[in-house]
């Protein structure tokens, strides 16, 4: 009865503090999620220590990081890509290949190991667009093209996040001849996400009239949930990440998540099991690495994943004009839960070390934190420009 | 990472055979919560054992019943009372002294402690009025008198329950002189129940002003479940059960509930958490207890459980006349959740040893069983006078 004690505390403790950090964050204007990895670190064995997760606990967080993802999939939808087109396309692609570019350059520079570099590269491609979006819905600016730009290059930049983190995985975990296996690994994965993007949401289709002919009550909940349980089964079977299946699960379900009413369900799960998630990637941060030498590399490193984005998101935009190049950079480059867990499986497997952990968390940190004021600063102009034009205005802010 | 790769397995494997037989049971027009149940006694440790539940799984368990808990105080509408009044009341009163009484005597003629037989006793006084409720909703009888004496009964019941289990719990963990102890343990429960139920609801209804402010998303289901949480470990802590806490943090946001939509959201954390909550019941029975005389054992507490609840609510019913009473008497016959969890507390406090608890599983599962076929049968009547009136009819349709 203790232990069941114990843990029933530490679930109450880690969801309040987290919750807590989060509230001080939002209003202080900045991100949720930076505050409930900061109560982790806070709160959490290496600081304060007034909460050591026990494995239930982290058994959690793994839950949530499967919700997290099964989430993101539900809300990425391919359709919205066809009304923004080829920009958002290269965005992403140039957004994706520059930070890892530079992420692997730099770690092979400061003697890491090719496998450290490669995860630590991967976990920096990953843009986490629910930051950008939270702060352009406060301006009221969603319809202007720089935001659909960005918005639409989130979700390329999810799926191809996804499978470069595929490709990673197989490779890291690979045994024979590394070249084989690369392109094997990159094979297997391609396909995996050309079968869950073209077929699975036919084969969701054609399951419609047998889920309503089942008995059990929520039944489209039911399945979507033991299809997100069996595809992140399936993905670690054939050597990719648990996570990966979630968010292919999600991409599957997307099309019909409106009409079987699954997102405000499964974000209800989500918001429940998040915090766990958050908190405890926040615990996991051994605050002792950090000497003079780790804080430089830290900042070095943020400040090449800031770049990064800029330029690799900001060019292929330089078509619609300077300024719109500028908001596309800026708003592309909050990095958040995909590469958290990125971070995560790297640790897991032992491929990246308590320093190169440390370095990506605090880059998560950073370059969560920075975006949100300067996008705000960029799309005054925006802002000015529906206050000048009195009609107009009165019909956005309906539409918004 | 292997042992996080078993963990993920067990998620999907529990959830996608509890469903599986539940949704079988709920074909054969039997309550799904028994067929959840028949999974984890089939598939865990003591059967086929394709599955034995690790710690993190009944940890996970555990939250199900704290939400299961939730759940059932969101939905009990203290307010639903006024309309069906003192018959309720008595149905309900008559409906836990009974059982009772029954439950204890029995045991103690078969050589139980005092201890274990009030565990026992405990366990077979609850409703678990959602069988009940599913099956007259179907036949689309939900407004005639015998449904809402059942319907209104239960309220009390579960609330009555709740005190009850906190009296034996109190009672059993206390260490000083007997009747002292379980004096001071019944006002405390008491007490808390009567805090939870007048004052709570208006503690929630002061938040609301503070919850606008709030710039957390989804502020009102985050403070929900915190407070739930909360209150499940203060239960704890004053000697009562975590449920019971869940229970009455439930009852204090169920007038809250709509305006904030908590009940979709928490049952569809609910939905997720509840299989594995059922499933580890099933597992935890060792069939191998079941030799000749705990067959018939098992058998006696059954009838005994059956008849008591029928006498016990059927005879304060009886001023509506007889086929009232009868339709009363065996719709409050179902044991569920609130059973169950007793007989958990119970064998986690090792108070109950593996033979009654598979006793009160067996008790549980054939009370549920055995009232949906004759409810259908009893309320036939009912349905035919609502087709004699073809204009009534399809205003009660309407309305149903």
Redesign the interface.
């Known amino acids: 009865?203790h232990s069941?004690?114990a843990?029933?505390?530490q679930?109450?403790f880690i969801?309040?503090w987290a919750?807590l950090f989060?509230?001080i964050f939002?209003?202080l204007k900045l991100p949720?999620v930076v505050g409930e990895i900061l109560a982790g670190i806070v709160i959490g064995p290496y600081c304060a220590a007034l909460v050591v997760p026990n494995?239930?606990i982290y058994?959690?967080a793994?839950?949530g990081a499967?919700f997290l993802l099964f989430t993101v999939g539900l809300e990425t939808q391919p359709k919205d890509l066809l009304s923004v087109g080829q920009t958002s396309l290269y965005v992403a692609l140039a957004g994706i290949t520059v930070p890892f570019i530079f992420g692997f350059t730099y770690m092979i520079a400061t003697h890491a190991t090719p496998h450290e570099a490669t995860f630590v590269a991967a976990a920096m491609v990953a843009t986490s667009v629910g930051v950008t979006a939270r702060v352009l819905g406060d301006l009221h600016v969603l319809r202007t093209t720089p935001a659909r730009i960005i918005l639409g290059a989130a979700v390329f930049d999810d799926i191809l996040a996804m499978i470069l983190l595929s490709v990673v995985v197989g490779a890291v975990s690979a045994t024979g001849t590394a070249w084989i296996q690369l392109t094997v690994t990159s094979i297997e994965a391609v396909g995996f996400a050309l079968i869950m993007m073209f077929y699975a949401p036919r084969l969701v289709k054609r399951m419609e009239p047998g889920l309503k002919r089942?008995?059990?009550?929520?039944a489209p909940?039911?399945i979507a949930?033991?299809i997100c349980?069996?595809l992140?089964?399936a993905a670690?079977k054939i050597g990719m990440a648990?996570i990966i299946g979630a968010f292919f699960a999600g991409l599957a379900f997307a099309d019909y998540s409106p009409r079987w009413n699954l997102r405000?369900?499964?974000?209800?799960?989500n918001?429940?099991l998040a915090p766990f998630f958050f908190f405890s990637m926040g615990a996991r941060l051994d605050l002792r690495v950090f000497d003079r030498k780790l804080i430089i590399s830290a900042i070095i490193l943020s400040v090449l994943a800031f770049l990064s984005k800029l330029l690799g998101c900001g060019l292929p935009a330089l078509r619609s004009g300077w300024n719109t190049a500028l908001k596309v950079g800026v708003g592309m480059v909050p990095r958040g839960e995909v590469g958290l867990i990125v971070a995560l499986v790297g640790l897991?497997?032992n491929v990246i070390s308590h320093s190169a952990y440390a370095l990506l968390i605090f880059m998560t940190g950073a370059t969560t934190l920075v975006a949100p004021p300067l996008l705000r600063v960029l799309f005054k102009d925006a802002q000015t420009a529906l206050e000048a034009l009195p009609e107009r205005r009165s019909t956005v802010d309906v539409e918004v």
Do not use: H, Y
């Open positions: 009865m069941a004690d843990f029933l505390f679930l109450f969801f309040v919750k989060g509230e939002e209003r949720a494995d239930s058994s959690i793994q839950i499967i089942m008995s059990t009550q929520n909940l039911v949930l033991a349980l069996g992140s089964i670690e648990a405000p369900r499964v974000s209800a799960i918001e429940f897991q497997m």
